[in-house]
């Protein structure tokens, strides 16, 4: 096993965009509305973002997610949120009805 996998790549903030279709910052990258808010996963390494123009949170992860699974958005978002309160899996599963599947496909990063 080697760990050349591992190597993290942080991207830095001005190459992600808001994930907000409504936001006037809609998919704008480099445009400086984009701060991190917090971080979560195993080990701190998602990074929990908001937009400044429309005051709303997602993760880096929410876009990944979404095109890889089948979570409706809403409900992504609201997974994040809860993550990010530092809510257990188990926990969610019962406030979203999502299956601890994808959960923790949200909660994980997969290498
Ligand atoms: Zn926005």
Known sequence: M??????????????????NEKCLDYGKKG???IVVH????????????????CGSYFSERTNTALYNGK???????????H???????GKI???TGVSRDA?????????
């Open 2 to 19: 080697h760990q050349s996998a591992r190597v993290k790549h942080m991207k830095s903030v001005s190459a992600l965009s808001c994930s």
């Open 31 to 33: 445009s400086g509305n």
């Open 38 to 53: 917090s971080r979560y996963g195993k080990h701190d390494e998602i990074r929990m973002l908001k937009c400044k123009t």
């Open 71 to 81: 979570l409706q958005k809403d409900k992504a978002l609201k997974i994040i949120y």
């Open 83 to 89: 993550l990010s309160k530092g809510c257990s899996i």
């Open 93 to 95: 599963n019962r406030l």
């Open 103 to 111: 959960i923790s496909r949200l909660a994980h990063i997969e290498r």
